[in-house]
T-cell receptor, first 111, second 111 residues
Framework: AQSVAQPEDQVNVAEGNPLTVKCTYSVSGNPYLFWYVQYPNRGLQFLLKYITGDNLVKGSYGFEAEFNKSQTSFHLKKPSALVSDSALYFCAVEGNTPLVFGKGTRLSVIA | DAGVIQSPRHEVTEMGQEVTLRCKPISGHDYLFWYRQTMMRGLELLIYFNNNVPIDDSGMPEDRFSAKMPNASFSTLKIQPSEPRDSAVYFC?????????FGPGTRLTVL
């Protein structure tokens, strides 16, 4: 069965600094990997996905993620964090069944 | 498209009452998912449908929970009888390919 791990419950970063939110996965076969963001009192919003091709995937709001097959990781990154990036971020993997979500990482960007 | 539509947005009820949550997926999407989100348990997949047919309901917590999808544009999640531990935000999502599109959620409070 596929699974996703987000090892950090909380990530704090200063505005303007680069940010990384970590995700590792386990799946049989080739993974489909996703990042979603949830703002307060809202549903999850799709940020980006990796299906195949270039290991560096660019998504919405300046976010990108790097697929690393050898480390089974799909970390979310942004070169310069904004206060408005503060939210709950979910990594997800699709294998033989629909998306399995991680527990989420709360990102706080401090001005 | 208006996106995934859920109603009601908020529901407050008393223990023992029947609760019905409604969802209208994005037109043309053939997958529909029901999730529950709480602080303690995070995001849980309850059930999902493909072409109106329930595929996996292993996440439904108890027999008090039931879900139907009578047609491609409508689904319900019913809790009967409701209990205080059912208090959560319930999300509906639909998908036509890989990424899922989430509704705004229904915040359920059972007193």
């Amino acid at each position: 069965a596929q699974s996703v791990a987000q090892p950090e419950d909380q990530v704090n970063v200063a505005e303007g600094n680069p940010l990384t939110v970590k995700c590792t996965y386990s799946v049989s076969g080739n993974p489909y990997l996703f990042w979603y963001v949830q703002y307060p009192n809202r549903g999850l919003q799709f940020l980006l996905k990796y299906i195949t091709g270039d290991n560096l995937v660019k998504g919405s709001y300046g976010f990108e993620a790097e697929f690393n097959k050898s480390q089974t990781s799909f970390h979310l990154k942004k070169p310069s964090a904004l206060v408005s990036d503060s939210a709950l971020y979910f990594c997800a993997v699709e294998g033989n069944t629909p998306l399995v979500f991680g527990k989420g990482t709360r990102l706080s960007v401090i001005a | 498209d208006a996106g995934v539509i859920q109603s009601p947005r908020h529901e407050v009820t008393e223990m023992g009452q029947e609760v019905t949550l409604r969802c209208k997926p994005i037109s043309g999407h053939d997958y529909l998912f029901w999730y529950r989100q709480t602080m303690m348990r995070g995001l849980e997949l309850l059930i999902y449908f493909n072409n109106n047919v329930p595929i996996d309901d292993s996440g439904m917590p108890e027999d008090r929970f039931s879900a139907k999808m009578p047609n491609a544009s409508f689904s319900t999640l019913k809790i009967q009888p409701s209990e205080p531990r059912d208090s959560a935000v319930y999300f509906c999502a639909s998908s036509g390919s890989n990424e899922q599109f989430f509704g705004p959620g229904t915040r359920l409070t059972v007193l």
